[in-house]
């Protein structure tokens, strides 16, 4: 057996990855840093090491591996539900006592951090607070507990990151002490999780974009640690690609839109659950049909064009009157004045009509078809914005219509090779489809894609 087979197989049995989606290109380039760094150690010491899972050898394969992914509110709604939940059902339950939160992986600390300005923006006192973070990477706890970050951290618009919680930093923003003395992070292994049953019950559990790396028996493993860790009223929140796991092992999930939250029993009490005639958002596994892939997703060089794109347009025409509403609806909330009737002369001024921005605020909000609606609009316009036929793509991937969504994804991707988002979907769908080399080259592309549209944004 090659070191990197075996070596691939070691981080399957430690840390549960899967073998098919590391890939030995990929670890094979991790090797290559390990081992060709300068150091007294021979070759076949360090090699040593490495396959008994020891050592700095060792520290060093799993930093390379493990690549966080992660910027401050990611999701933002995950973070919403939480605050009105501490706020609604939890604090009044609890008059006293801590709130324990644990969110793991915590890759390089922004997540953690951000619960912690949350649970202080719903007016929980600071002794009050517990959370603990964790993470397989030495070199992300490194900068997680240093709580300096720079401008790809900051990807969401929130009140939270200004002068309360933050300073000035010549790398960027560092967190404030008395925000950073509410979280504890510390080494921890998703299939060992022991370190925090003698802590538990977690009123809340954050375990995001990492299940989706693992093999299905490492998966069902740390589900079923979760569920021991987590309070019988707590919250779990997960990502898209993983909450229909949760969901097959007896979890049910909280409707609220976009925040990917499930719990252990019955729906929550109060005013902070959704009504069932919102959209559930998690994505529904579509059955893939055994044989050629159909003509439309084959690739070429002519966008992708599909009947199930018709129908899209088609959808998005009809509620396109609607969507064009949206202010005047939003303005009519408002108290009317005693006298609405237009002055005699008056010149006639063009209303303002929603574009991508309020489109994707809308598709935040869980308002899908009036987002759905402002896209088709734009595509009767003549729009070629890549930005347009993501959204849709999103849109149709949460309705559980995913190979609409793929075709908007490659019509996205025709337009803009480079947009990310786009990129990061195709990644995800591949996957589900089974098609592992399709979503690791898509992964690899975003990777390339997205330093450089930091150093454009750095310029």
Not at 80 to 108: D, F, H, K, M
Not at 358 to 387: F, H, K, N, V, Y
Request: overall charge neutral.
């Amino acid at each position: 057996m090659s070191l990197a087979a075996s070596v691939t197989r070691l981080l399957s049995e430690r840390l549960g990855l899967s073998p098919d989606l590391l890939g030995f290109v990929v670890v094979e380039r991790a090797l290559d840093v390990v081992l060709g760094g300068a150091g007294s150690e021979s070759r076949a010491e360090r090699i040593a090491h490495l396959l008994q899972g020891q050592g700095k050898e060792w520290e060093m394969l799993v930093d390379e591996i493990i690549v966080p992914e992660t910027w401050f509110f990611r999701g933002r709604e995950p973070f919403q539900l939480l605050a009105s939940y501490i706020t609604e059902e939890w604090r009044p339950a609890n008059p006293t006592g801590p709130l324990r939160v644990l969110c793991i992986p915590c890759a390089s600390g922004e997540e953690p951090y951000s619960v912690a300005m949350t649970v202080l923006d719903a007016g929980l006192e600071a002794d009050r607070i517990r959370i603990d973070a964790g993470d397989v990477s030495e070199r992300a706890l490194a900068r997680a507990r240093q709580g300096v970050y720079g401008k790809s951290s900051f990807r969401e618009k929130s009140s939270h990151l200004g002068g309360a919680y933050f300073l000035r930093h010549p790398e960027g923003r560092q967190v404030r002490k008395e925000v950073a003395a509410l979280v504890r992070f510390e080494k921890a292994n998703l299939l060992d999780l022991s370190i925090y049953r003698q802590r538990a019950p977690y009123i809340a559990v954050f375990c995001r974009n990492a299940l989706i790396y693992f093999e299905e028996r490492a998966r069902r493993k740390v589900i079923a640690s979760l569920r021991d860790l987590l309070h019988e009223d707590g919250l779990l929140f997960t990502g898209h690609s993983e909450l229909m796991a949760f969901l097959e092992a007896g979890y049910q999930q909280v409707d609220h839109p976009q925040s990917f939250a499930c719990r252990k029993g019955g729906p929550l009490q109060g005013s902070i659950v959704i009504p069932q005639s919102r959209v559930a958002t998690h994505v529904a596994p579509v059955p893939r049909a055994a044989g050629p892939a159909p003509a439309a997703l084959k690739g070429g060089p002519t966008p992708p064009e599909t009947e199930g794109l018709q129908s899209i347009f088609r959808r998005c025409q009809i509620a396109t009157e609607a969507a064009a509403t949206i202010p005047q609806v939003r303005k009519r909330r408002r108290i009317a004045p005693a006298n609405t009737r237009k002055p005699v002369g008056m010149p006639h001024v063009t209303p303002h009509l929603p574009g991508i921005e309020e489109a994707g605020q809308l598709a935040d909000r869980g308002e899908l078809e009036a987002a759905t609606a402002i896209c088709g609009r734009l595509l009767a316009e003549g729009t070629q914005d890549p930005a347009v036929y993501s959204l849709l793509g999103v849109i149709n991937e949460s309705e559980g219509k995913l190979e609409i969504a793929e075709n908007l994804f490659r019509k996205a991707l025709f337009l803009d090779p480079r947009h990310y988002q786009s990129l990061v979907h195709m990644s995800l769908l591949c996957e589900r489809h089974g098609d592992i080399d399709g979503s690791r080259l898509y992964r690899t592309r975003a990777g390339r894609v997205l330093p450089q549209q930091e150093g454009d944004r750095e310029a």
